[in-house]
């Protein structure tokens, strides 16, 4: 079962609830769209994280950006976090719909990720045990994620995709692309899916980025598009700081003339230090 949200997300569920009326009686008009403004801010505010975890060597940054037409919240989300062993985890997400629902089922995907991360150490393990515990919910959506954890003794990073878009890299040395790894299906959507693992040893200096759909595919784009630019982005930013390396990839997303919510997460690193 899903864990008990933490009175910040009861915040969140409020705003849900007033979005929801606010659905109910739309009208068409300015006060609608200012409304919709207001509340996705509100409620990316609650939902997501204030602050994202960083280690030295590892510095972190995201953006998020909602959905531009309609009284509509998106499942998009981005969360990062510290684990018992020392190392960190991240995880990136997209929950199909863009309603209330979706965005409720967001949170407990967010959670659910966060809680399984906490015992199981594999990523594709991390992405199986959170796959069959959103199955055990009644609830017919499903959500694509990426989850990431950052291994600071061996300098590495270990990711599992759950039928999202994939990640992508760039190095100091010039080195930069699109990770090509299996995956799996989405979470929520097939009993015992199973998640294979990339390993990515951090030998050079460079930045580990993660988007969701909504940066990379649109009407103006295909997804191969999409990834094509941001991984450009990425190597032309390789020594930039994460926050504006962040902002620049989010600008890809308005060149592809997209009208989903959109998320980026950024892992910048450096070279793997000396062994001792």
């Known amino acids: 079962m899903i864990p008990h949200r933490s009175s910040r997300s009861a915040t969140a569920d409020d705003l849900l609830t007033r979005l929801g ?46 959905a531009r037409h309609g009284l509509s919240v998106g499942g998009d989300w981005y969360d990062g976090f510290a684990l018992p062993s020392g190392a960190l985890g991240f995880s990136i997400g997209d929950v199909e719909g863009h309603d209330v629902e979706a965005a409720a089922f967001m949170g407990q995907v967010r959670i659910a990720v966060r809680a399984v991360a906490a015992s199981a150490a594999d990523p594709g393990e991390v992405l199986r045990r959170a796959n069959e515990l959103l199955l055990s919910v009644d609830c017919d959506l499903f959500a694509t994620c990426t989850f990431v954890r950052f291994d600071p003794v061996a300098w590495e990073i270990q990711s599992a995709r759950a039928g999202h878009v994939p990640g992508l890299w760039a190095t100091a040395d010039g080195a930069y692309g699109v990770v090509e790894d299996e995956g799996g299906l989405p979470l929520g959507m097939l009993p015992g899916s199973e998640y294979p693992v990339t390993r990515r040893p951090l030998t050079a200096a460079g930045s580990f980025v993660l988007v969701t759909d909504g940066v990379v595919e649109g009407p103006s784009f295909p997804i191969e598009g999409g990834l094509a630019r941001v991984a450009e982005v990425i190597r032309a930013g390789v020594d930039t700081e994460p926050g504006a390396l962040a902002a620049e990839v989010m600008k890809v997303a308005d060149s592809t003339g997209h009208e989903d919510d959109a998320a980026v997460l950024v892992l910048r690193h450096d070279a793997a230090p000396p062994r001792t």
């Open 21 to 66: 009326r606010l659905t109910a009686q739309a009208r068409e008009g300015a006060e609608l769209h200012q409304a919709r403004v207001e509340l996705a801010e509100a409620l990316q505010r609650e939902i997501l994280p204030a602050s994202l975890p960083a280690l030295p060597g590892l510095r972190t940054a995201a953006r998020y950006a909602p």
